[in-house]
């Protein structure tokens, strides 16, 4: 598509403080000209928006710009990383790409940079290392971490910047990514964009202490405020920030005080406001009072025909941008997942020397998963493993073992108590160069990161085309009595959400098998494993060069009256329920392990479901909104006509997972529970 031509002015993205030194009146007219860029362009999106011309809504940055314009044009746009937030579009105008494309995002036409899938301010440029920001605020924070510290362990000098209010300080997720900024001392600048106001709610009824900055001591990092009225001293105090933290790799806290010109967003009345201080707020407007300080000192003529560039240019994008076609659904499907990447050279063998043995070994579930970390530790330099208590201690079930002592922490990071920040921090550096692996130590504590797992690495694709190459290794399953915060099934609920995938073996070879196939996978996957199959008992595992076969489900028996369909520990049940109805009623059924929750490939279930007439379809969570509710409809929808009988669903009682041994076998699907279950049910 052609653009109109970016005038000269606005070629040059870049100023350095030395700059200010050199020549400080072409370094302040320069920030003036992309802060009048953004006003102007920020005020013509409302008037547009007002007009009925962009749809949803628009929350404009007008009185952020001597903030966040001095900042983009500081940083070095060929390494940094970047979140910008709802108040920033200076910043995206600085950053990367023509006016026009960030125009065609509000207009939200075929040229938006999200092909209209996210909303107004809601984009990034991952290829520039732009994160695209999410609702929830503090989660940005440590995907800018994490991007940033990929940034780092690839021998680039890179800083990171990562913005929230003053409302959304008051989040956890900021807790947690402050916290772990300061440990791994990365180098990030987060810079609380303080406007006084979270939506309606002023900072007094928000904080006891009003000096958001001072928190930056109880983690041990700097911290300072930064009055945003004078663009000069915003350029001089950032200036010298991102200096320090480039030099000196620590994280820097700024409290930048700004102005918010207008309410929230675009519907925002501010009748919450006090009589008059929506006026005085006005009042203080940097930009205007800027100008004149400028004009002030001979500049008068040259900014008079800066802003005859900047209305010309602004308006000649606007009519560019509206010219354009509506946006199509073309590809929307296919672009959930990313596509699939080749296979990577594996050394053939369970260990990772061309010397290594071929052959198999008789290892546990939990033996292979960390002969499987291993292998890709050993053999993939980009690969890292982290979660909680994984180091010294090895996991909460021994898998990690040793990787500590025999990798080092660079590359097995024993976090804090974080699965939030964790998990953000993983997909930062997933979406930058690394393929981290992370280990929750129950499946159950996900719950603290569903918004980075099912909001923000599962839509990163989809919204912004950016590759999240991440496993999530989740210990789950009931059986040990742990009671009902250890031992979820947790498939059904986070499945729900599209942009996963996920695999769950039931074997010790599959369990291999899926890590491998997991890793080299351009999207984020979820390896369920299941607790009760980490020790139970020891099978072969050899490297098998058909590996990603666990992407397809795996049928373990044939027979003719029904289709039984499960996966996980359910599987070994299911299996000794066949083995019983063999011997007592000579009656045989085909059996499949599904092993591939997510994409779920179902043609050969479906082709068995045509053969037998009937389906059975068992798991271990709860049968309410259970996974195999899906299953049933998926299987079912298209055959409905050939069926002998109404399909069966047999999975756990609809209770949080009770402790006493008593309860939980009540609660849980066994093989006797099956036996009696399919019995019934051919009755």
């Given at each position: ?15 350095r ?127 800018v ?77 700097e ?79 040259r ?5 005859a ?14 010219a ?34 071929s ?30 208590d ?31 920040a964790?998990?953000g ?61 250890h031992s ?57 060069p ?49 092993r591939?929750l ?86």
């Amino acid at each position: 598509m052609s653009f109109p031509a970016t005038p000269a002015l606005f070629q040059n993205r870049y100023l350095r403080l030395a700059d200010l030194a050199a020549n400080r009146a072409e370094a302040l007219l320069r920030t003036y000209a992309w802060m009048q860029l953004a006003r102007t362009g920020d005020n013509r999106i409302l008037d547009l928006f007002r007009q009925g011309l962009i749809r949803g809504t628009v929350t404009g940055g007008q009185g952020n710009e001597a903030l966040i314009v001095p900042l983009a044009l500081l940083a070095d746009k060929s390494v940094d990383v970047v979140s910008f937030s709802h108040r920033d579009f200076g910043g995206h105008i600085v950053w990367s790409d023509h006016f026009c494309d960030h125009l065609c995002q509000y207009f939200a036409n075929s040229g938006s940079p999200t092909k209209a899938r996210e909303g107004n301010i809601h984009h990034g440029d991952p290829k520039t290392r732009s994160l695209p920001m999410i609702s929830h605020l503090g989660i940005m924070l440590s995907n800018v971490i994490g991007a940033t510290d990929s940034q780092r362990r690839s021998g680039r000098p890179a800083v990171g910047f990562t913005f929230f209010g003053d409302g959304s300080s008051s989040t956890g997720d900021i807790h947690e990514s402050l916290n772990l900024a300061a440990l791994i001392s990365a180098p990030v600048i987060f810079v609380i964009e303080n406007n006084h106001y979270a939506y309606s709610t002023p900072t007094s009824e928000q904080f006891v202490s009003p000096n958001l900055w001072e928190r930056a001591k109880g983690y041990g990092m700097e911290g300072l405020a930064m009055d945003c009225a004078d663009p000069e001293n915003v350029l001089r105090t950032l200036g010298a920030a991102i200096e320090k933290v480039r030099a000196n790799p620590r994280p820097i806290l700024i409290e930048a005080h700004t102005f918010r010109l207008r309410g929230h967003a675009a519907y925002d009345t501010c009748d919450y406001m006090k009589p008059g201080e929506a006026e005085a707020i006005l009042a203080e407007d940097p930009l205007p009072k800027w100008r004149a300080k400028l004009a002030d000192s001979g500049l008068a003529a040259r900014l008079d025909a800066i802003d005859a560039e900047v209305r010309e240019f602004v308006e000649s994008c606007i009519k560019s941008a509206m010219a354009l076609p509506p946006v199509t659904p073309d590809g929307m499907v296919e672009d959930l997942f990313a596509p699939d990447a080749p296979a990577m050279p594996w050394v053939p063998s369970i260990g990772s020397t061309p010397l290594a043995s071929s052959a198999a070994e008789q290892l546990t579930m939990a033996q292979a998963i960390n002969k499987g970390l291993r292998k890709i530790l050993t053999e993939r330099p980009e690969s890292l493993v982290l979660g909680q208590d994984i180091g010294t201690y090895g996991g909460a079930f021994k898998v990690t073992e040793h990787l500590l002592r025999d990798f080092g922490r660079p590359r097995v990071f024993s976090t804090p108590l974080c699965e939030s920040a964790s998990t953000g921090y993983a997909i930062g550096l997933a979406c930058i160069g690394h393929r981290p692996i992370e280990e929750f130590q129950f499946a159950d504590f996900a719950t603290d990161a569903m918004t980075q797992l099912t909001l923000n690495a599962a839509t990163y694709h989809f919204r912004a085309g950016q590759k999240v190459p991440v496993v999530f290794r989740f210990p789950c399953g009931g059986g040990l009595t742990f009671g009902s915060f250890h031992s979820q099934e947790m498939e059904a609920s986070i499945l729900a959400f599209p942009g996963l995938k996920a695999l769950y073996p039931s074997t010790p070879q599959d369990a291999f098998n899926a890590l491998l196939a997991a890793y080299e996978d351009d999207n984020p996957v979820i390896i369920f494993e299941h607790k009760g199959l980490y020790r139970r008992g020891k099978h072969p595992v050899k490297f098998d060069p058909n590996y990603r076969e666990v992407w397809q489900p795996k049928q373990i028996r044939s027979g003719d009256f029904a289709t039984i369909v499960t996966y996980g520990e359910m599987v070994q049940h299911c299996d000794a329920a066949a083995t019983y109805f063999a011997e007592e009623y000579e009656t045989t059924f085909d059996l499949f392990d599904l092993r591939a929750l997510s994409p779920l490939k179902l043609d050969a279930i479906r082709a068995s479901v045509a053969r037998t007439g009937r389906l059975v379809v068992v798991h271990e969570g709860r049968r309410t909104h259970g996974f195999g509710a899906e299953l049933v409809s998926r299987l079912t929808e298209e055959l409905f006509g050939s069926l002998k009988a109404a399909p069966l669903r047999i999975a756990a009682l609809d209770l949080p997972v009770p402790f006493a041994p008593e309860l939980e076998t009540v609660y849980r699907p066994s093989k006797d529970k099956i036996v009696d279950a399919i019995a019934a049910w051919m009755g």
